[in-house]
């Protein structure tokens, strides 16, 4: 049954029906845009535009080939903000995506030169070629949207995004991220092979080398910033909350499940479900919402047991966990 909120459990929600529509033009008038390049992947556009919405930050996994920069460079181009583009590869070094200070002999001054993480979207593509050091640069950036170089902090301009493409860990010159940085992705996706229909499409004309440079922006950086409000907004009812809290304290006593779903996961899989909400035009979150986003919030922040979860996928944990909680229920 849906939990519908109470004017007694929350009061009135700031939300208004008005900015409801809004909310929901802007965000078709976005994946429509994405779906010119990324054909046949609705899902996944739809995934990775609540990621910018709910403040994280997306991790697309996948073989090379599907589509994975595609989309990243698809989002950036539907959004008039600034955002770059960054190659990770093994002699990649931290002062390559912070920044460095530069001595200028005119002014007997160092001046700060900025990195490529100083804009609204960052694609950082195959993230797992560059080394623990490099990837570690990222973590005060996707944590606190700010970065510290030789004791200056420098705030991040919002809306600050990481869109990350990994290679699958098995496949040669690879990293596999440590789990403090897995941490810090709201959301794992993968994008898949394409339908029959999709890639007899793709052949018409030569994938995204021709529909990308088509797109233009079709929302401003200041347009986004409302959406993320109208997310912020949403209506969590104290009974969802609870549910929230049982998921996490369910995956830490699963037997096959080393380390469990930190309070870090439980505000993040909120914020997931607060935008899965506003996407489909409610102002109120339902269990439903948490189910929809809990395997791409939740799977990549669990660690299994190699004596007992040595066959389990994250995925079958998570739904196991899902089938083990009670769901509350509106009265």
């Known amino acids: 049954m849906t939990l519908l909120p109470s004017r007694q459990a929350g009061g009135e929600l700031p939300t208004t029906e008005g900015a409801g529509s809004r909310f929901a033009a802007l965000f078709d008038a976005v994946t429509a845009n994405m779906a010119q390049v990324v054909q046949g992947k609705m899902e996944p ?26 989309l990243a460079k698809s989002l950036a181009a539907s959004i008039d903000c600034t955002w770059k583009r960054v190659q990770f590869t ?28 100083f804009a609204n979207i960052v694609l950082a593509d195959e993230i797992n070629r560059a080394s623990p050091k490099t990837q570690s640069a990222l973590l005060e950036a996707m944590e606190e949207r700010q970065i510290t170089v030789d004791g200056e902090t420098r705030a991040l301009p919002p809306p600050f995004m990481v869109i990350a493409t990994q290679n699958p860990v098995d496949q040669e010159g690879t990293y596999r991220l440590p789990e403090s940085q897995l941490d810090r992705f709201l959301l794992r996706i993968e994008l898949g092979y394409p339908g029959r229909a999709a890639e007899m499409s793709i052949l018409d004309g030569r994938g995204a080398v021709d529909s990308l440079p088509k797109l233009s922006p079709v929302v401003s950086a200041a347009e986004v910033m409302s959406m993320i409000e109208g997310v912020r907004s949403v209506f969590l009812a104290d009974a969802l909350k609870a549910y929230l809290v049982d998921i996490a304290e369910t995956s830490r006593r699963h037997p096959a499940i080393e380390l469990g ?4 996961a439980t505000l993040q899989l909120a914020a997931a479900a607060r935008a899965h909400a506003a996407a489909r035009g409610r102002r109120y979150a339902t269990p439903d919402d948490v189910k929809a986003m809990a395997i791409p919030a939740l799977s990549h922040r669990l660690l299994l047991r190699t004596d007992r979860g040595g066959r389990l996928d994250p995925k079958d944990a998570i739904s196991e966990i899902l089938a083990d909680v009670p769901v509350p229920t509106a009265r």
């Open 90 to 117: 093994p002699d990649l070094l931290p002062a390559d995506l912070v920044g460095v200070s530069i001595y200028e002999r005119s002014t007997e001054r160092f001046r700060f030169q900025q990195g490529p993480l």
């Open 45 to 70: 556009i739809e995934m990775a535009l609540m990621c910018l919405l709910a403040e994280g930050h997306l991790l697309i996994e996948d073989v090379p080939g599907v589509g994975k920069t595609s």
């Open 261 to 264: 779903l930190s309070p870090r």
